[in-house]
């Protein structure tokens, strides 16, 4: 789309990991063809807003998992029942135009996905262009001995270059397992994230200063010694730090705090390692997000950039460095340091340029006696005497063989020079004899001297200091000589450095230009691949365009295999692309790792020996570290385990004496209920007494006013029956008088005084017999008795026992006292007249005793199920229907629904008396569902009906289900609606009258009026279905489509066993808001347009659903889970429904009756989407009392705390309902 901007990618970074998020299969879809069809609409438009916003991810998921929930519909029975049906209601177009976009954003996402993959590779290989650590440090003392190469006359420049700023590094980058103080104030200022910093101090700094914060905790570090566990520091911790200890497992960020700590120095042992590890490693009880981290620098750097931010300030850390017998070496030369001065000094003046040689042997003596001072003096010295003074750098350890050539005996001092000269001029001896010794006697000697100047000995003096001054000046020369040889050395040094960095940077370069035509050739092959991608989806798009035009040229069943095998090969297609794909990249990574290999082992091959070894040993070391953390790690996680053993034990100690406690809680609320029980049923009783005579006296009343009714009905009766029997005797008198033109057809054939004629009206033919004056539609038998030869009696065997019919066609009066003369027709007969006049005598009836009664055929029950069961009941006595279900894992689903059906007085009653025997359908085979179904629940029912137990175990029951529904099988929570609906749909089945269903032919109902048109379903759908669910919980809905453009209107009838409402946005409504929005008519229009017969062609066209008729038993669930873009969420609104009197009048739009219903039963839902719980309301139809049923425990409640919020599956009725008995049926 032009000027859409897409959004970046964050679901996945493959397609074979997006795809995993399309996968519908582990979701629980349910069984609704309906509700998953409007669920994929809200999918549809989902995808379609995504894809305009950009976000292809997301848009392709959804259009995916739209794809799949159409599959999954189409392979349910309901759709092959009502195929066309759906097919309008899902929109062919629908499907299609998913799929191109799908397969549109599938391909843009993969290039989007290997564009992504091709950065982090060149990302990757960009950063093996740095310079490796050995090469910044050849280049660092090239540098170095530059500076050093260069003359005292430079020193200006040098300064100069010194004073310009240099450019200001970036900070480096933090390393994991540790904060800074300014990412932690960050952090602090930030109020959606959940923190906590522990302070590991002792617990008296921390009262004396810490962190100002209310998330800073102390865990002092008496109690967090090596080896304790998390339950240990629990114990001891202090209150304050209890509360947000405990919730550490809701924590985004654990900061761990000490006075100085960083993250090197975090080792085995000490008190930040141990508690990092108790909390992060080996606590089992509590999983943290993230792992804790160190503050850098501890509290003391806390306090350096945050004092505002503690509790006390000014605190001062006394700490007290540990003694070592060792000397101290931590002392740098200066920077400053000239090296001309050292390798080539001046030479110290001669005794005869000096003015007063007293005086400088004086300096001497006292140099030689207060060698402390000097040395101080030295430190303080300016000019050139300061730079002369050497400062080591203990970081780096001297080179093994650079102090070979110096003799061992002869250490290398440093002199003090007179104040007012710049010259190096050295005042006390540098080299020392063998034999000599600074605190021996060189100490000794200065004493005497010392004391020689003070007596004024002067000659003395002199001898001693022209021998001191020549053994000076012999040794200074060999110090000279000896720093030149050095300096030429240092020189050659650096020489064959410049030579390998020279080659070093030569061999970068090269591996930097080979790695610059590799990234090249790279982007060319992802162009090529990318223009071949391209290509390929061209391809795909004018096959798919071929095969579309194929497919409206084939039967839908063709249409449908050609379908799944393109599928199937798109699959197959895609499954080697990604291999193709798997391989080029592991092709990829493996020339990666072989050039860093390479470039390692280069780089190793340049080390020097001393490297090597110090490498080794370092190995070494580490790994004996390593062994010795392993060790320290098993053994760590074997007393862990002990820990966690016993930890488990006291858990399992602690649950059973709760337990044991709950059951003596639960016994002393039981004898409370018990006693106020007994209360309420005295005043039951009473209120009962008078609802009873209330009710006697309201029964007298309508049984008065039916037998009225009835007495006017047979009144009615008789008087219709009258009326009748008036217009019979009325046709027959105009049917005699009316006599039929008959026309006589002469045979041959019959007897003698038979006749055969035929009725003009009817166009049938009789035959008249003359002789004896009757008529018979059937023609005469013609047969001679035969008689036996022993005694001629005749044989009655042999005579036809054949029924004959005779009536009467015209009166003739027998042949009278006048010579046998017949009476004229053309006159009437006054005497036949005269006597039809007289008083008429009734005719008796007469009996055939030739024939037998036939013998009355009475149903026989089919035998009840034999099988033993296994309800594990606790014994009790109590009333009828109050006993408990015990949760079997996640089963108070099933013991809700269950109940509500329980309390159904006309189903229980069908149960009870056996009569389902009559009924139920065991012809259907041992694989059916139905009749298994039935008798166990019939098992159910009758033990909560016979008041012996508190609590049974439909375990039974729940595996009859499991076997035919695994939704149904495992201990998972499940939806009390769909369990609803496959109990009701098994005992349909298995109670179903009609063994073997007839095949109906098509009916079309469009030119009948709605009343014939609704009469003409139901009596089909009784054909199929005839059952006490049918009778009792079955109606029926009017769907209505309306053509916006012709208004012509198709109507449709279905039966439905109860109504699924939905729930209007809102924290409360009533129940008429949900019936309002249930019947209210939506406009189909885009994808989902309805193709008109009238205009042949798709419209825009109005959708609604109407109540038709409703059953005596109505269930209303509410439709409390919806879907919300790709996620189920639920609806936690208020819904106040009627208890006593539900009216639907309104929302009936069929044949009127007094639709007035009473609730009976509530199955409530408490929780979300992820856990919940199911109990039970429901009205005993022997106490007329509430109920709550809340799995094994049944409880006495009031009518008014029936209304909750949390009410899922109501049960209404418009019976009156009775205590249920056991009475047999015959």
């Given amino acids: 789309m032009p000027g859409r901007t897409l959004k970046d990618t964050y679901m996945a970074k493959s397609m074979s990991d997006l795809n995993k998020l399309v996968d519908i299969s582990k979701q629980k879809l349910g069984s609704n063809p309906k509700l998953l069809i409007k669920t994929s609409e809200t999918m549809l438009k989902g995808a379609e807003e995504s894809d305009m916003l950009g976000d292809e991810e997301r848009a392709y998921v959804l259009f995916m998992r739209f794809f799949n929930i159409i599959t999954a519909v189409k392979k349910m029975p309901e759709y092959r029942k009502q195929k066309d049906f759906y097919d309008k209601l899902i929109g062919q177009k629908n499907v299609l135009k998913c799929l191109d976009k799908a397969e549109a954003l599938s391909q843009s996402l993969k290039n989007r996905y290997d564009y992504s993959e091709a950065q982090e590779i060149a990302k990757k290989l960009a950063s093996l262009e740095d310079s490796s650590p050995e090469e910044k440090k050849f280049d660092e003392i090239s540098d170095l001995e530059t500076d050093k190469k260069s003359d005292s006359g430079e020193k200006s420049k040098s300064q100069s270059k010194e004073s310009t700023p240099e450019p200001v590094a970036a900070p480096p980058p933090q390393p994991e397992g540790q904060i800074t103080p300014v990412q932690l104030f960050s952090l602090l200022n ?18 004396e200063s810490h962190i100002r914060h209310r998330t800073c905790i102390s865990v002092p570090s008496e109690i967090v010694t090596p080896g304790t566990t998390v339950t240990v520091i629990e114990k001891r911790l202090p209150e304050d730090s209890k509360s947000l200890w405990q919730q550490r497992g809701h924590l985004d960020h654990i900061v761990l705090v000490d006075w100085s700590s960083t993250l090197d120095k975090v080792n085995i042992g000490t008190t930040l390692r141990t508690l990092k590890d108790a909390l992060f490693k080996y606590d089992s009880t509590v999983i943290i997000r993230s792992e804790p981290v160190v503050l850098e620098g501890g509290y003391e750097q806390w306090l350096y950039h945050y004092p505002q931010l503690s509790t006390n300030p000014h605190i001062k850390h006394s700490t007290m460095p540990a003694i070592s017998s060792a000397p101290s070496l931590d002392f740098d030369y200066p920077d400053d340091i000239n090296v001309e001065d050292i390798l080539n000094p001046k030479k110290p003046p001669t005794p005869e340029n000096s003015t007063d040689l007293s005086d400088s042997l004086l300096q001497f003596s006292q140099g030689m006696t207060d060698q402390s001072r000097a040395m101080i003096q030295m430190t303080q010295v300016n000019g050139d005497v300061g730079r002369m003074m050497p400062r080591i750098d203990r970081t780096t350890k001297p080179k093994p063989g650079t102090n070979q050539k110096t003799p061992q005996n002869q250490p290398i001092t440093t002199s003090v020079t007179s104040r007012d000269s710049s010259d190096l001029y050295p005042s006390v001896s540098s080299l020392t004899s063998p034999s000599r010794s600074l605190n021996g006697g060189e100490k000794s000697n200065t004493a005497t001297e010392t004391k020689t100047l003070s007596t004024g000995n002067s000659v003395n003096l002199e001898n001693q200091s022209s021998t001191a001054l020549s053994i000076y000046s012999e ?34 370069e090269s591996r930097i230009e080979r790695l610059k035509s590799e990234e090249n050739q790279l982007s060319k092959m992802e162009q090529m691949k990318a223009t071949q991608a391209k290509d390929l989806a061209e391809l795909l798009r004018k096959k798919k365009k071929l095969e579309e035009d194929i497919k409206r040229e084939t039967t839908a069943g063709l249409q449908e295999e050609e379908r799944k095998f393109q599928e199937e090969e798109a699959r197959k297609v895609e499954l080697v692309r990604m291999r193709q794909e798997e391989e080029k990249k592991q092709q990829r990574m493996e020339e990666v790792m072989r050039l860093r290999q390479e470039r390692k082992k280069k780089e190793a091959e340049g080390q020097d020996a001393i490297n090597s070894a110090q490498q080794q040993a370092k190995q070494i070391e580490e790994e004996n570290q390593q062994k010795l953390r392993e060790a320290s790690e098993r053994a760590e996680k074997l007393r862990q385990e002990n820990d966690r053993k016993k930890l488990a034990e006291q858990k399992d100690k602690e649950a059973r004496e709760r337990a044991i406690e709950e059951a003596k809680q639960r016994d002393q609320e039981r004898r409370d209920r018990e006693a106020k029980s007994k209360i309420e049923a005295q005043r039951r009783q009473q209120e009962e007494q008078q609802r009873q005579k209330e009710e006697r006296e309201k029964q007298e009343r309508v049984r008065q006013e039916k037998e009225r009714e009835e007495k006017e009905r047979r009144t009615q009766d008789d008087k219709s029956r009258a009326d009748l029997a008036l217009r019979l005797a009325q046709d027959k008198m105009r049917r005699l008088n009316d006599k039929p033109q008959v026309r006589t057809i002469p045979s041959p054939n019959l007897p003698d005084g038979w006749e055969k004629q035929r009725d003009n009206k009817t166009g049938r033919y009789f035959y008249v017999d003359h002789k004896n004056s009757h008529t018979q539609w059937e023609p005469p038998v013609m047969y001679q008795p035969e008689t036996r030869k022993d005694s001629g009696i005749q044989d009655p065997l042999r005579t036809p026992q054949r029924e004959v019919y005779k009536t009467k066609l015209k009166d ?60 594990n009941p606790t014994y009790g006595n109590v009333g009828s229907a109050m006993t408990g279900l015990r949760n079997l894992g996640n089963t108070c689903y099933m013991n809700s629904i269950i109940q509500c059906l329980n309390n159904c007085a006309p189903l229980v009653q069908y149960f009870l008396t056996d009569r389902y025997l009559y009924d139920i359908n065991r012809d259907s085979g041992p694989n059916s569902s139905g009749y298994q179904v039935v008798d166990e629940f019939v098992v159910i029912v009758k033990a909560l009906w016979s008041g012996q137990y508190r609590n049974i175990t439909p375990r039974d029951f729940k595996y009859i289900v499991g076997k035919y529904q695994p939704m149904f ?18 005992l349909n089945e298995g109670l179903n009258k009609v063994k073997v269903q007839p095949k109906l032919p098509d009916s079309d109902t469009d030119k009948l009026s709605d009343i014939q048109a609704a009469d003409i379903a139901w009596r089909r759908h009784c054909l199929l279905n005839q059952s006490i669910i049918v009778d009792l919980f079955q109606g029926m809905l009017r769907s209505t489509l309306t053509c916006l453009t012709c208004r012509h209107r198709s109507v449709t009838f279905e039966v439905f066993m109860y109504l699924s409402l939905p729930i209007p946005s809102g924290s409360r409504c009533s129940l008429q808001d949900c019936l309002q929005e249930f019947v209210k008519a939506e406009k189909m229009t885009g994808s989902s347009r309805w193709k008109c017969p009238n205009c042949r062609m798709e419209r825009d066209t109005e959708k609604k659903i109407d109540i038709w008729k409703l059953p005596p038993l109505l269930i209303i ?39 007035h219903y009473q609730l009976y039963g509530v199955s409530n839902h408490y929780g979300t989407m992820d856990g919940g719980h199911y109990t039970a309301y429901c009205k005993n139809a022997v106490s007329k009392r509430w109920n709550k049923f809340d799995d094994h425990e049944v409880f006495d409640m009031s009518s008014s705390d029936v209304k909750t919020s949390a009410g899922f599956v109501l049960f209404y009725t418009t019976v009156n309902f009775t205590a249920p008995t056991y009475r047999q049926p015959f």
């Fill in 1117 to 1155: 669930a509410l439709n409390r889970f919806v879907w919300e873009g790709m996620w189920r969420q639920k609806v936690n609104s208020y819904v106040d429904f009627p208890v006593n009197d539900l009216s639907l009048d309104k929302f009936v739009r069929g044949p009127q009756n007094n639709h």
């Fill in 969 to 986: 099988a495992g201990y998972d929570q499940q939806d009390s609606q769909e369990f609803l609906t496959f109990v009701m749909d098994g």
């Fill in 812 to 871: 003739e009066s027998e042949q009278g006292r006048s010579g046998g003369l017949k009476r004229s027709f053309s006159s009437p007969d006054i005497s036949k007249l005269i006597e039809d006049e007289g008083p008429h005598k009734p005719s008796l009836p007469s009996v055939d005793r030739t024939k037998k009664p036939s013998q009355r055929v009475e149903p026989r029950p089919q035998p009840a199920s034999t099988r033993p069961r296994n309800l």
């Fill in 190 to 207: 930030e109020n959606n994230e959940q923190m906590a910093i522990m302070d590991v101090r002792p617990a008296a700094e921390y009262e």
């Fill in 475 to 508: 040794e200074l020369e060999k110090e000279k000589a000896e720093l030149e040889r050095i300096r030429q050395q240092k020189a050659e040094e650096l020489a064959s450095f410049q030579k390998e960095k020279d080659r070093i940077a030569k061999e970068r």
